[in-house]
């Protein structure tokens, strides 16, 4: 319980923001709106996770939270700030120091070693040679590969990859990982160790954890879930309030992931999009 | 929450990317080509050959040049002044045009004969001059709808132009660059020709008769003082008779034997003059003439006497267009392989994004990347360049001593160091431009790539 307290007082200073966030693709003459009108807060020291079918904004939404993308209408917050405001200088101060980012497909650069992978984002944010050379040992260590720095990306396992990336994202001590599908290209047991670390990383260093996943191991782990469906918020979602039963879950993720959450929603001011949702589900 | 505190808020939480981690660009450029090795030898080929074709073009002309900047009075001037004219020679566009102008009697055996030799020369057009006045002044002069005459060979003047008018015209002609070559004196003028018109002649080749006959045999031509371009073989040299004459200021005598001078030449005006001095009607002596011809001395004169336009542009505006094309085809490729490089990297350069890479990073990146390439393909390039163009030149470049019989490598006693290094030094530079200017598309547009590509899953 004491650790519920902790949470509990970290959770109230939001990190990230979103106000009616709506973002419209123009393909030739049709636009094509991807989100409409999306209002969110992912507080501080949260492991929350963003669910939805493909097509239904999630990965948009995903994007314009991790400052990958800008909103056509509304703001995105990241840190109180603005993104829409900020130049191109400005976003890569955000994403070199405030985000770190995590893929499917690992992404470690190919010609460097695991340590100046690591080193690579402490470089662009000024650090020296040495120091980050330590800090860089240091998230090795962590992550458990500090054996394996000098290996180059191809001679790790897919699992070691993610781990390096994981350590990577964590070089300029972020306020947020945004991690896409981290357990995408992983097997069952490599994932399960993959969401373990993230979730230390999330209890020890207090980093709020954004993914976006089909995993229900991934759920399990969350705080939160946030459901997205057709461009709009469908529901969000306590981990407290839903019983998750990892291995019952059979044929489509998303379906079946439907067919075994059960509880209460938690209503999120201004969600108008979770009403006719928690009516679907009650 | 109003724009006021959004602006103070804003400067509190965020900064802007200043870092531009150049030798970590430079690591990863080299680190990338490294990893590519053979996707890069590829791309750089490109540059190998276009460097390749610049620095042969270069190592000639410098080598060219070399050979062309040998003084008159070193000892090896004859032997270069060979070579010069013998690749001049392997140059198409080189044409010499030689008019014959025929014996004064009807059977023009000599004339027919020269002609007949020179036309199986490469690049020597030869052709009979006319017999009549006007129409022999228009050549002289270039009058003509044809290229102007290079060398007029004089077997003899006959009667009908054996005047005034036409001996200034020949004067112009050899003014203005054009050369003169005279075979023997007394076969040349039809019997009631004007002593003021051989002597007007005979100061246009100036030298100054003497009145005397002396006969030169085989054996003593080995012992003569001889000088003229290398292809003439003087130890071949029939006995014969020869007039007496002495060189005036602006001849010098070019063979001599103990009782006097068998061939002269000289400079008048922008050309040249050469003159055999063979006593008598030179229809009788077919030996001598036969000598004159395929010993070389007529198609050296020739030569010598077109020397000028032998030595004309070592570097062919139309090779210069070459190898600007091949350049802009280098480019044209380079663009294409780094754009193929650039779209498969879209993960890489999306993720350094994401890390905290500027645009500018990128750009310097795949700059610094195809300079890399660009020296290595460089100075592969000039290696190659040079050492095809040196061996070909080496063998080009190697002449006969005809007195002494020894070989001399011009290319190697001439060898300019210098002017190679410099030259390879700019096609250096040039091979790194080239490859830069071609990467600055593929930069940019790797540099528009949007942080989101890290996350597409799709190769």
């Known amino acids: 319980m004491a650790e519920d307290t902790k949470k509990t007082e970290q959770h109230t200073q939001t990190v990230v923001r979103t106000r009616d966030v709506t973002k419209i693709y123009t393909m030739g003459k049709v636009k094509v709106p991807a989100l409409k009108g999306i209002t969110l807060q992912i507080y501080a020291g949260e492991y929350i996770s963003i669910m939805g079918p493909s097509g239904s904004g999630k990965s948009t939404l995903f994007n314009m939270v991790g400052g990958l993308d800008k909103p056509t209408e509304g703001s995105v917050y990241i840190d109180e700030v603005d993104v829409a405001q900020l130049d191109a200088y400005e976003l890569a101060w955000l994403r070199c120091r405030k985000i770190g980012y995590i893929f499917q497909t690992f992404n470690l650069i190919g010609v460097m070693s695991a340590l100046e992978n690591v080193t690579l984002p402490m470089t662009f944010a000024g650090m020296t040679t040495d120091e980050s050379r330590d800090k860089g040992m240091f998230l090795l260590e962590k992550v458990g590969l500090a054996d394996r720095h000098s290996h180059k990306p191809f001679e790790l396992s897919g699992g070691q990859q993610q781990r390096v990336a994981i350590a990577r994202a964590m070089a300029n001590s972020p306020s947020i990982i945004l991690a896409d599908e981290p357990t995408g290209n992983l097997d069952l047991a490599t994932g399960k160790e993959i969401i373990a670390l993230l979730g230390a990383m999330n209890q020890d260093e207090g980093v709020t954890i954004i993914t976006a996943t089909h995993d229900i191991k991934m759920l399990s782990a969350s705080n939160r879930i946030v459901w997205i469906r057709d461009g709009s918020l469908d529901k969000i979602e306590r981990r407290e309030d839903i019983d998750i039963e990892v291995g019952s879950v059979g044929g489509d993720s998303e379906g079946g992931v439907e067919a075994t959450l059960r509880g209460d929603q938690e209503g999120v001011p201004g969600t108008a999009a979770s009403t006719p949702a928690e009516e679907e589900n009650n | 929450m109003n724009s006021d505190t959004q602006g103070l808020q804003r400067d509190k939480n965020i900064g802007r990317q200043m870092v531009l981690p150049l030798s970590k660009a430079v690591e990863i450029a080299w680190k990338s080509i490294k990893i590519r090795f053979w996707r890069s030898v590829i791309t750089t080929s490109g540059i190998v050959l276009a460097i390749a074709f610049l620095m042969s073009i270069f190592t000639d002309t410098v080598f060219n040049n070399a050979l062309r900047s040998v003084e008159e009075d070193h000892p090896r001037y004859p032997l270069v002044e060979s070579v010069i004219q013998e690749q001049a020679l392997e140059d198409e566009d080189v044409v010499i045009r030689v008019g014959i102008l025929p014996e004064h009697d009807d059977k023009n055996e000599m004339a027919r004969e020269t002609l007949r030799f020179l036309q199986g020369r490469a690049q020597m057009l030869s052709f009979l001059l006319p017999s009549e006045p006007s129409p022999l002044k228009d050549e002289l002069l270039g009058q003509t709808e044809m290229q102007p005459m290079d060398v007029m060979f004089v077997a003899g003047f006959p009667g009908r132009i054996s005047e005034k008018t036409v001996m200034e015209a020949i004067e112009a002609f050899v003014d203005n660059g054009g050369a003169l070559f005279v075979l023997g004196y007394e076969n040349l003028w039809p019997e009631d020709v004007d002593q003021n018109l051989k002597n007007t002649f005979l100061s246009l080749l100036s030298v100054n008769l003497e009145d005397d006959v002396f006969e030169v045999s085989a054996q003593e031509i080995e ?237």
Not at chain 2, 294 to 323: F, I, N, Q, Y
Not at chain 2, 368 to 390: D, K, T, W
Request: glycine share 10%; net charge negative.
């Open chain 2, 223 to 459: 012992e003569t003082d001889h000088r003229i371009a290398g292809q003439v073989n003087w130890e071949k040299l029939p006995d014969s008779k020869y007039l007496s004459f002495s060189a005036l200021e602006g001849s010098e005598i070019i063979a001599q034997t103990q009782d006097g001078g068998i061939a002269f030449a000289g400079k008048h005006g922008d050309g040249y003059v050469c003159f055999v001095p063979v006593a008598g009607q030179m229809t009788g002596d077919s030996h001598l003439f036969r000598w004159v011809l395929r010993e070389g001395l007529l198609p050296a004169s020739v030569l010598w006497g077109a020397r000028d336009k032998l030595r004309g542009d070592v570097l062919p505006a139309r090779t210069l267009w070459l190898v600007a094309l091949s350049l802009m085809v280098c480019v044209v490729g380079i663009t294409n392989a780094m754009l193929m490089s650039v779209t498969e990297r879209f993960r890489e350069i999306g993720t350094m994004k994401c890390l905290g890479a500027l645009d500018k990073f990128v750009i310097r990146l795949f700059l610094i990347e195809s300079s890399f390439q660009g020296a290595a393909g460089a100075l592969a390039g000039v290696l190659v360049g040079f050492l095809l163009s040196f061996i070909r030149i080496l063998f080009s470049f190697r002449a006969q001593d005809v007195v002494t019989g020894d070989m001399h490598w011009l290319a190697l006693e001439f060898f300019p160091g210098v002017d190679l290094l410099i030259w390879a030094l700019v096609s250096l530079i040039v091979g790194i431009i080239i490859s830069v200017i071609a990467a600055i598309y593929p930069a940019y547009t790797a540099a528009r790539m949007e942080p989101v590509e890290a996350m597409r899953v799709e190769a």
